[in-house]
């Protein structure tokens, strides 16, 4: 005969189970705020950086100083406590380090390196006012392809939902991975800093070089793998949280390995509502996405329209694909029988962002390259998103350049209308206020 007491303690049981059983459908309707991380790359070490510097240094003749930007343009983890530099401000402005360097107890007085690395988190144009609105991408979902993650970021580790590799066997972390997710979510230094980030690492490098190379070949097959796996997870999430766009900052061209697989891919994601950004996204499907990139002395202020100017054509085009010109010449070929009178200008040198060395480094970079475009675009399609969800990236794109502010650039003899990104007027636009 079961008491009084036992019915209650019964009860009490049954009760416990079926709010546990809640408990646990909820974090399943949740399924954004699990993380799943495939693996953790281990950090990265530039400290070897310092032997290149001294060896430029020492070859450097007194007849041509003007050699010593070249001597610290890269000075990443570098211990330079011994280095006289008090009369180097022009190099130090054009050098790239992280919160590893060690500067000496004398600088010049116009280079303050943690002035520089701080401004350079912000990724700037207003972007920091929008996200005092709380207009910072909740609730939307951005896709990122590129190498090794080091996932334990402070920058990015709460927006990181999911990491996945593909082709990546047991490397270590990239300096591109980190950097490219801070600039889309990063707390401090990305765009949309609530969006929530899904993370395939992939090589799209062959093995084994071609005959007669010093590189490998490009084999985009990972990539378009790794877009592919992305839209497998989109499938699996709420609709209210589903992935709306895929920074991928890569470039393919007919020639490279893959590129028909990759195509057939982005083609497919753009059937199932998801923009993907890259350097071909003048190849979205029924789309042609132009746009060129922006300098901004690292000096000046981010949030400056007038601190930027247009990187001239062949300077912008070498920063796509330093080793390989198949893309230069497959975009320019694209760009003169497509491009529209209007082109979109994006920001990409001096800036901050997470750097591989450790879980709270982070590196400035004062030269980027379009690699820097697609994680930016990607953020601000994410606060587009927040504010109009039926969004498309035609409506995104064609706003941009209605709501740009007019720079004109010059491609040989003809002259192109370029429209500088107004995050703030945009947003505004799309969310119905001018």
């Known amino acids: 005969m079961v008491t009084w007491n036992g019915w209650r303690r019964r009860a009490w049981i049954s009760g416990a189970l079926v709010l546990f059983l809640v408990v646990l459908a909820a974090v399943t309707v949740l399924a954004p705020e699990r993380r799943t991380i495939a693996r953790k790359p281990a950090p990265s070490d530039y400290s070897d950086n310092l032997n290149m510097v001294r060896f ?80 910072d991408g909740r609730g939307v979902g951005v896709a990122m392809v590129d190498l090794p993650l080091l996932v334990g970021h402070e920058d990015y580790r709460r927006r990181l939902r999911r990491y996945e590799e593909i082709n990546c066997g047991d490397s270590g972390a990239s300096m591109h991975g980190p950097s490219m997710a801070s600039l889309a979510v990063g707390r401090s230094c990305g765009v949309a800093p609530a969006a929530d980030l899904y993370y395939i690492a992939s090589f799209n490098l062959q093995s084994n070089p071609r005959r007669g190379t010093r590189m490998p070949a490009f084999d985009y097959i990972p990539d378009a793998r790794a877009v592919e796996r992305i839209l497998e997870i989109n499938e699996s999430l709420p609709a209210d949280k589903r992935i709306r766009a895929i920074s991928l900052s890569a470039a393919w061209s007919p020639e490279m390995r893959g590129y028909k697989a990759m195509t057939e891919a982005v083609e497919r994601a753009g059937k199932k509502g998801i923009f993907v950004i890259s350097c071909n996204s003048f190849e979205f499907p029924g789309h042609r996405f132009f746009f060129q990139v ?141």
Not at 60 to 76: F, G, H, T, Y
Not at 302 to 324: C, G, H, M, Q, T
């Open 56 to 135: 430029r240094m020492a070859a450097i003749p007194e007849s041509r100083p003007d050699r010593m930007k070249s001597a610290l343009a890269d000075v990443r983890s570098c211990d330079l406590s011994g280095f006289d530099l008090a009369g180097q401000a022009d190099a130090l402005a054009e050098s790239s380090f992280d919160s590893r360097t060690h500067w000496p107890a004398h600088l010049p007085a116009a280079f303050d390196p943690a002035r520089v690395l701080e401004r350079g988190k912000d990724p700037g144009l207003g972007v920091r006012l929008l996200q005092s609105q709380g207009i």
């Open 294 to 434: 922006l300098e901004r002395d690292p000096a000046r202020s981010p949030d400056d329209f007038a601190a930027y100017s247009v990187i001239p054509w062949r300077e912008s085009l070498s920063l796509v694909r330093k080793r390989n010109s198949a893309f230069d010449r497959f975009y320019e070929e694209q760009f003169d029988r497509f491009a529209g009178p209007r082109i979109l200008l994006v920001p990409v040198n001096s800036r901050t962002s997470a750097s591989p060395t450790g879980t709270r480094d982070y590196v400035f970079f004062r030269r980027g390259g379009w690699s820097d475009v697609e994680p930016f675009l990607a953020g601000l399609y994410a606060l587009a998103c927040q504010v109009r969800p039926e969004i498309t990236p035609d409506l995104f794109w064609e706003t941009a350049l209605d709501t740009g502010v007019p720079r004109e650039f010059r491609k040989g003899d003809k002259t192109y209308d370029g429209r500088i990104v107004d995050p703030v007027r945009l947003i505004e636009r799309l969310h119905g206020k001018i």
